[in-house]
């Protein structure tokens, strides 16, 4: 648990958690396939190719919503929001969490565990019990989120961990190397297996536009979306698909976050900052840390791309996320708009040119 200044334990963080998964039941059909994936008595070909067409039916190929109101109050066009609250838990986090399940399940693990505050320890509750893997996640006991009963729920096993997130990832990758079990934090040694599922998100925004945007903007926490978007759209410009690689847009809460740190302050790698300095808020937790594991790649990529960063504050995100609600009807979760500001504060400090600007978005319809 977090420490006051003046050393006294602090309350437990209630999240601000509007991630939430799905409310359309799944098809007959992906049911009974997550049925035979799970099943341990089947062979193993066929389980995996179960658990394939899960993912190619319910995971990814999120919405790329033009955000004509928002174009009209902020005066720049065009905005799209691709907005991945339509994956089976309600974030992006899907993405990595199927594909490492899966993964797992290739290679013979009967267990994966992972570090969370709350979305994604969801989604790799849910990727791991489509598969049939035992599932122990690893939580912060200074935290608090609805989304711990969904993972038990999903029968996902909870230990408490004193002290911070990142305490949380050193008991989980431990835990890992001392039993066998599969691995899912970021930063380890799947990281290019979530880099290349992040990097699908560049390829359905390609699909859709037919070219690279001006820029997209992401929020950002450990770093690994933004730097497997980049990426993603590095592969495409290379291969000759897209005419440019669009300007990476990084967005984070107010001073705790080491990735807009070392950007604003001109670095080329990440410091981490002082931990007892670090406060988490009901709004802010998805994008704080002290350290950000992937955070010289995300670095990287704002560097590399000529984009920009820039940190927002709670107040700034609540307003975000509600005139988001009001005028494109999405239930966005506050700290995934950190993105949508940096862009924005951006242009209005300095106009941006008339182009296509994406936006990286979670939460809820």
Known sequence: MNQSPEGEPEVAVPLLDSASPSDTPLPREIVSQAEVASDPERDLDERLEAYE??????????????????????????????????????????????????????????TITVATCGNYGAAVALAAQMAGLRCVIFIPEGYRTRREIEMTQRGAEIEQVAGDYERAVEASRDRALEREFYDANPGGVNLD?????????????????????????????????????????VSLYRRGKTSRVPRIVAGSSYRKNPIVHAWRNGHTTCEDLPPEKIRETPVNEPLINWHSIDGDLAL?????????AAHVSDKALMSQARSIREQQGLNALPASTAGLFALVDRHVRDPLPGDRYVVLLTGRK
């Open 53 to 110: 067409d899960i993912i190619d039916s319910e995971v990814g190929d999120s919405d790329l919503l033009r955000a004509r109101n928002i174009e009209r109050e902020v005066g720049l066009r065009q905005i799209f929001l691709k907005f991945e609250g339509s994956n089976p838990s309600g974030t992006q986090k899907d993405r990595i969490a199927f594909a490492q399940a899966q993964d797992a399940l290739r290679r013979g693990f009967d």
């Open 300 to 308: 990287d990529a704002i560097w590399s791309s000529e984009g920009w």
């Open 193 to 233: 297996l979530q880099l290349r599922a992040y990097g699908a998100i560049a390829y359905e925004i390609y699909d859709e536009l037919r070219d690279a945007p001006a820029a997209v903007a992401i929020p950002v926490s450990n770093g690994t979306t933004l730097a497997g978007v980049y990426r993603g759209f």
